[in-house]
């Protein structure tokens, strides 16, 4: 990919004013809490927790894309009374990554730095 196009590519995907942007059902808003990834920066080793609004026990979908919108991972992880709080362990490449979980119809997108 060129430059170029890559840079428009990525002012694409964050114009809406920040790092998270989120596309949640209105029945749950209330309560759902952005997710989070820490550290971020980090070396391929990452938490992410999040509040879905699901009760009970259930699985979201985790996705890692690269900028280029390509899966690179994909994993289910286990949630508990809503909560996403799991440690992932990827061999990324340096770069910026996309951290995208679907929980029922809460769907989220964090953007992740590998820097090793």
Excluded: H, W
């Excluded at 209330?30 to 609004?53: D, I, M």
């Excluded at 709080?85 to 590998?114: D, E, F, H, P």
């Amino acid at each position: 990919i060129k430059a170029q196009k890559l840079s428009n590519l990525v002012k694409s995907c964050f114009t809406s004013g920040g790092d998270v942007f989120s596309r949640v059902a209105p029945a749950v808003t209330s309560e759902v809490e952005l997710g989070k990834v820490y550290p971020n920066p980090n070396n391929g080793t990452f938490v992410l927790q999040a509040k879905t609004g699901i009760t009970g026990k259930s699985t979201a979908t985790v996705q890692i894309m690269d900028m280029t919108g390509k899966v690179v991972s994909q994993s289910l992880v286990e949630m508990n009374q809503g909560m996403i709080n799991t440690t992932i362990n990827n061999n990324l490449q340096n770069g910026m990554y996309l951290v995208k979980y679907t929980a029922g119809s809460t769907t989220q997108t964090i953007r992740m730095v590998v820097q090793k």
